[in-house]
Structure formats: C-alpha cells, structure tokens
C-alpha cells in the first residue's frame, strides 16, 4: 500500500545529471587505469578536465576529457630517467641495509620531484582560479602523490581517491580502518595473515620502523600541505577529508583485512587492456614462474605481481609497490 503511493511521487523526480570532475592524477602506470575509468564515465555524460604537468609522460590528450598542464621546474627527460632508474635496482643483489637505504635515496628523489610539479600547480594564480570558477563537482585523483587531495581541501571540493594502497598504510589511518599489526601483515614483512609469535613480532616492528621510512617520501608534501592550507597538516589528515576510496585490490590476491563502509573493492580493473607477453621473464631466484608474471600495459610500463607468502626480494617487492602499484 505504501508503495503504491509513493509511486507516482518517484515519477516525478528527474533523472539523474552528469557533473563536473576534475581529474588531478598520477604519472605512470597510475594513469593507465584510471583512463580507462574516465572513458566510461565521459561516454555516460559526465564533464571531465585533467590537469597534468607539462612534463607528463604517458599522460595524454583524449576525446573523453579536457586536457589543461601547467609548467614545472622538473623536465621531462629528468622524470623519465629517473623512473627508468629503478629497473635494474629491481633485482640487486646487495646486502638488505644497502637495498633498503638506496630505496629510501630514491624516495626521497621521487618526493623532491612530485613536491616540485605540485607546489607549480598550488601557487599556478591561473590555474587556481580556473578550478574555482569552474565549480567542480569533485575531484578524482590518486593519493599517492597528494596533491589533488590538497587542492581539494583548500577547495573544499570532495574527493574520490583511485590507488591499490598508499605505503605504510596511511590510507587504513586516515580512513580510521582497524590495522592491528599483530593480524594485517605489514608491506615488507612477506608474511600471510597466519603468522607464528616470531613473525608477529617481526611484523609489529615493521610497523614501528614505516613512520620513519614513509616520513622520507610523504614528509614535502606534508610541509608543503601545511604552507599552503594555512594548518599542520600530516598526510592522514589530508587523507581522511577522502569521500571516496575506490581500491584496486580484491580479497582473491590480498589478505583480508578490516575497510570502512566507504572503500569499494574493484580489482582487476587494470587489466582491462591485456597485451600479449612477447616473453616471460622466469622471475627472480627461487620464485617459480607460476607465482609471478610481467602484465604489460604499454611499452615499457611493466608491473611485477607476486603471490601472497612468496619470497620475492623485499627492496623488488616494496620498489615495485611504491612505483607502479
């Protein structure tokens, strides 16, 4: 009975309108997939403007959306040596501390650069006055490098975040997931979520050393968020004004784990272009070819997956994690 008079209620209501989406994303393998989110979106009707550096590598043009750069300090051949870099440091053989702190050297470049491209974006008068007289409706980006996030803050634009995972769990903190380090194994810790009392321990002190490691890369943007916003402001701060989280993981290749009502799982959304494999590389030592194979999205863009609890050397695990997850 109810439901016969609400009916005629609910005919009356329009249908649903297309928005407005600025697009502020991630260089690299980052992009590929969240182009693919944003044809779908462009063919149901929706208003889209990227908003890419001027060095950008395979972030390009597209009838789906608006393409707007801007100029930054870091050239396009710096960027691309430098994310070439990382492949033969990939499969070092070098003692783990050695590893470990060529990692943190790297990061820290990465920060350098990434700090540079945004603070270019954040104090662009141009620029910034084109988002807001454009009255987006929200702004798609991936908070791996956060300075989407920060133009959504001071903005006040909600936000909808595209990633697999942000390093040292920041993304679990800022949306205030549980992250019991006793039961969710930590990046470096090649663990599975059935560990034996040593392993926890090991586990529990990973997590202990991520706040040092992950100050290396996310400490710029921090100072640079705080500059700008007027604030402090840490990067699970900026990260919990998040509306959306959309995450490319499912429980079929990653351990479960608690996530927050506003977390939507849409693994295997990067494999929507598939290429053939001209060659399989049998993998690092000790790993059979089984447990880990190369999905090439574009020419020279590479992505290495292991199965959970295998052995893959921990700098390739967390290079490749914090690269081109």
Not at 75 to 83: D, G
């Amino acid at each position: 009975m109810l439901a016969a008079r609400l009916l005629p209620l609910l005919c009356l209501l329009g249908t649903a309108s297309a928005g407005k989406l600025l697009v502020i994303p991630m260089e690299g393998s980052h992009w590929l997939s969240m182009k693919d989110v944003l044809a779908e979106m462009s063919r149901r009707g929706h208003q889209i403007v990227v908003m890419a550096p001027d060095n950008r590598i395979l972030i390009d043009s597209s009838d789906n959306y608006d393409l707007k750069t801007y100029p930054v300090p870091v050239k396009k051949e710096e960027m691309e040596a430098h994310i070439r870099s990382f492949g033969p440091k990939c499969f070092s053989q070098e003692p783990f501390l050695v590893r470990f702190w060529n990692t943190l050297k790297d990061l820290r470049q990465s920060a350098s650069m990434f700090e540079a491209s945004c603070r270019a974006l954040l104090y662009n008068q141009e620029m910034m006055k084109y988002i807001e007289d454009s009255k987006f409706d929200a702004i798609f980006t991936d908070p791996f490098n956060p300075c989407g996030q920060i133009v959504a803050v001071h903005f006040s634009i909600p936000s909808v975040f595209f990633l697999r995972a942000v390093p040292c769990a920041i993304d679990l903190q800022a949306a205030q997931s549980p992250d019991p380090p006793s039961y969710v194994p930590r990046m470096l810790s090649l663990h599975s979520d059935r560990m034996t009392f040593s392993q926890r321990v090991k586990n529990f002190l990973l997590f202990l050393s991520e706040s040092f490691s992950c100050s290396v890369a996310f400490s710029p943007f921090e100072a640079l968020a705080s500059e700008f916003l007027g604030r402090p402001m840490t990067m699970a701060q900026l990260l919990s004004h998040g509306a959306v989280w959309l995450k490319r993981l499912d429980f079929a290749f990653d351990y479960p784990m608690p996530v927050m009502p506003n977390m939507v799982f849409i693994g295997g959304i990067n494999c929507a272009n598939k290429k053939p494999l001209s060659q399989v590389h049998p993998g690092p030592e000790g790993i059979p070819p089984i447990l880990g194979f190369l999905q090439c999205q574009e020419e020279d863009v590479f992505q290495w997956s292991c199965c959970p609890g295998t052995t893959c050397p921990s700098y390739f695990t967390f290079a490749m994690a914090m690269i081109t997850h």
